[in-house]
């Protein structure tokens, strides 16, 4: 058996003041095998990951290499044993070719080979199994094809060991199918794998060992087929939970939101309407034009024709100053880059949105602000030391709170949610949750939209499926699946190929 | 733990304080009433440029056209001032307007070509010099009436600078309007994230141009304070104010990604960089060598800078993880 342990932690811990990162974590990862790493953020997966990319040092313990022990990893010694990381954020120089971005950090000589690069690129997608013209510039890929790239580099490099921190996070479930091929492939070349994701679904898809991380310690290591999802969950948050989604109770005939006819850059002739209390769901796959159609009815980019009613009245949209002016809310999918100011307090961040008004004739309203920031921090439970830390060091959920937060303070009855609960931890997507059924309780009105088919299934009371831009499908929140979402966008597809052959 | 604490927030008065003593014990004519009232009139014009940069790259932007904003608002305040029709507070009150267009001109600019303010005012800048020396046709103006003179020359009570008083009162509008009032915060949040502020629901190309305008008028009130000071009025009246009013802003800790700045660090550091060259040229040092130790200064400072964000950042993060 030990000869098919490529690498063996021995009771790592790492140690920041005041937080055991990791705390005495002993794992073997076997050659060929999918490992999936599971547990809430914070629980140490991260902290994990840098021991063996090098980009942390450990306090205690060994890192055993195939035989080998290291008490600590260097960025460029992990990287010689074969140790590959794809992150979240990808690392790729837009501005470069995907030949130059695999064969990147390899120099040979003063001049480029484009033509050896070209072939390198050529081999690895082969091997993969993928089309790809490594001629293209990353820039002009799409996120999925860019993970493919990262990939394919890992590859290159003689990758023995690949981890794969929340890889789908930005994927279609077509994308996810395509990965999970190329993953299968590399196991069978003798490639392990650690995969890190907070999907449930995927977790029990692709791995074959699951190991559940808890507050920085190991709490269990199983094998995939000899455990369920819900004693799963119950491991990595301690506590009787399930993704349930809570019950709600406001029920209204008036409209919320009505949309005629709307067309803009990405969205063509949409009609659609979201009743008061209600949470509609927008469905689709990346690139069905459902984030470019919130951020239309938001005001950030401009419609071209058609018509927006809010509470029946006709308006008029044309920035996001004038959604908010109108009620509308926005939480945006990129959170670090348009939902927060990493860089300022909880306490600005909550408060930029009413600034002005909390401050007559032109003068900071300190005291006004103070009570609102401690009204929506004691509201929406956000966990802060005070309320003037930085954003940038809190975590997902707590950042995505102060996002709502923001939204809530302009008095939104209209709130659009983009992806919520991408990258947030286990209990933080329950509380956001509670928080949109409340919400909607209180004769709000939500927008969902989300990649998670378990969320957008078990939020919404009614889905629109969206495909190339147009509304393909409306379907009732009982009467949704997985399956009937595909199939409406595969018709979709198919008749749009059909009209396409019918013009030429 | 304290002192580090201490040294971190106070670095910059710290390093001024130590200056003062070093000139004092090295020179005999540094510490004297009449030097450091020289140095105070001597860059009271640079604080009060140095505040409206700030406030334009507090909003994520930069302008490196403030040299000849000012070379413009002497040159044309010049012109008029020839006229002695035209009365003293009216002509002051065009150079601000002017300061102001200048300053809208840039904002403009900077929002319809969409670029980044440091591409668009070095453009202007080139115009801006352009227009200043086609108007003056190469001449110099002078002698200007004293009531205009005395902004930059008269002494209250016989001690007490007209400039200075200038200068501490545009500092004390520069961070009431930055600290106090709501439209400060919407100048720092530009400078943060632009497009954050944007979702957020501000008009972020108002803002974006108000911190031109309002940086404009800072520089004209520079510029003719120094007019009047020097008595002249030319186009390259101020030709390395912008070298000293940005190295000012990045030894004041602006970030050139904005969003942060704390306008009295960037007065005293004005006064530090003032009270170097003074003293190095008491100590009978070329201007040249004050430009070696300025350049060294300001990169230790920048260094410095780095060092503590990064500390103060992890502080921070285990705050957060242990309220976790």
Known sequence: MTDNILLSLQGLTKRYPGVVANNNISLDIFKGEVHTLIGENGAGKSTLIKALSGAVIPDEGTICWEGKEFSHMTPKGSKELGIEIVYQELCLVEALSIAENICLGEVDGVFVDYKSQIKIADNVFREMGIKIDPRKKVGDLTTAKQQLVEIAKAISKGVKLLVLDEPTAPLTSEEIDNLFLIIEKLKKQGVSIIYISHRMDEVFRVSDRITVLRDGEVVKTLNANEVERESLIKLMVDRDLKETFPERTYQSDENMLEIKNLTGNSNYDINLYVKKGEIVGLGGLLGAGRTELARMIYGVDLKKSGQVFIEGKEVNITSPRSGIAHHIGFIPEDRKHQGVLLTFGIDWNITISILKKLSPKGFMGFKKMSNVVEEYISKLLIAAPAPDVRVECLSGGNQQKVVIAKALTTESKLIIFDEPTRGIDVGAKQEIYRLMADLVNEGKSILLISSDMEELLGMSDRIYVLADGCIAGEIDGKEASQVKIMHIISDAMEKKSKLRKEAV | ?324
């Open chain 2, 1 to 324: 733990m304290v002192v580090k604490k201490i040294i971190n927030k106070f670095y910059l008065p710290i390093i001024l304080v130590l200056a003062i003593i070093f000139f004092a014990i090295t020179t005999d004519a540094f510490f004297s009433v009449h030097n450091l009232t020289n140095i105070f009139v001597q860059n009271s014009y640079l604080v009060v440029a140095t505040m409206g940069i700030a406030i334009v790259m507090i909003a994520g932007g930069a302008d490196l056209s403030v040299s000849w904003q000012m070379g413009l608002v002497s040159v044309i305040c010049g012109m008029l001032l020839q006229n002695n029709a035209i009365p003293v507070p009216l002509i002051i009150f065009i150079g601000i307007l002017l300061g102001g267009s200048l300053g809208l001109f840039n904002g403009l600019i900077t929002i319809k070509l969409k670029v980044h303010p440091m591409v668009a005012t070095l453009a202007t800048m080139t115009i801006f010099q352009g227009i200043a020396y086609v108007l003056c046709g190469g001449s110099t103006f002078f002698n200007f009436p004293d009531s205009f003179k005395a902004i930059g020359q008269k002494y209250l009570f016989g001690w007490l600078p007209m400039s200075v008083i200038i200068m501490f009162v545009m500092y004390a509008i520069a961070y009431v309007i930055l600290k106090k009032m709501y439209f400060g915060r919407h100048i720092y949040s530009l400078g943060g994230n632009e497009e954050a502020a944007r979702m957020a629901g501000l008009n972020t190309k108002f803002i974006r141009v108000a911190s031109f305008v309002l940086s404009g008028v800072f520089i004209a009130i520079a510029a003719m304070v120094l007019t009047a000071r020097t008595g002249t009025a030319s186009p390259g009246i101020a030709s390395d104010a912008v070298f000293i009013c940005i190295s000012a802003c990045v030894l004041g800790g602006i970030s050139f990604n904005g969003g942060e700045g704390n306008i009295t660090n960037m007065f005293i550091s004005v006064m530090l960089l003032g009270i170097i060259s003074n003293g190095m040229q008491l100590m009978g040092l070329s201007i040249y060598s004050q430009y070696i130790m300025k350049g060294t200064i300001l990169a230790l400072a920048i260094a410095f800078d780095n060092y503590q964000k990064k500390s103060h950042q992890i502080e921070l993060a285990n705050q957060a993880k242990t309220a976790r």
